[in-house]
């Protein structure tokens, strides 16, 4: 798994597995039961490995585990790191306000242009749509940087449970 991509802030992996996935599964769904340090969830095909609510903050990442049916004998692992949804959700909540800030004054800007009215103020508005764009950006690259021990334990508990 390669953590080193400078534009994902969710980094995915892909794996082919020489074992069936209702085994995987159950292995998986039977870690529920001992009193590891992360906490295992499942949903049908899908594993959500997380840390308790004691050992998380705000930066705390969750391992999503898909595990499908490949052919006899094999399966197939995706797997996803990414916040707390909680979290997720909050920033492209900001992310899309500020798209839509942008373009709201991006027309406001175009509208006073095309009147021969003056479009100072919306124009640095827009300019600071940008720069909150970036800081967002950069804050959640921070968040990944920060988790990335955090992502290590999740793929050492993953590889873990896949060997036993």
Do not use: C
């Not at 992360?38 to 898909?66: A, G």
């Not at 492209?92 to 100072?120: D, P």
């Amino acid at each position: 798994m390669t953590t080193k991509n400078d534009i994902v802030l969710r980094p995915r992996f892909k794996m082919e597995i020489n074992e069936n996935n209702e085994s995987i599964l159950k292995r998986f769904e039977a870690t529920r039961n001992d009193k590891s340090e992360f906490i295992t969830t499942r949903v049908d095909n899908h594993i959500f490995i997380k840390f308790p609510k004691e050992k998380q903050h705000f930066w705390s990442p969750q391992l999503h585990l898909e595990i499908d049916y490949a052919e006899e004998g094999s399966s197939l692992l995706h797997g996803l790191y990414g916040p707390n949804p909680t979290v997720w959700t909050m920033f492209m909540f900001l992310h899309f306000m500020v798209a839509g800030l942008f373009i709201a004054f991006g027309i406001w800007a175009y509208t006073n242009w095309r009147l021969n009215t003056e479009f100072a103020v919306q124009l640095s508005i827009m300019f600071l749509m940008i720069l909150i764009w970036f800081v967002l950006y950069f804050a959640g690259r921070i968040g990944r940087d920060t988790s990335k021990k955090d992502m290590f334990m999740l793929r050492d508990f993953m590889n873990k449970t896949l060997k036993s």
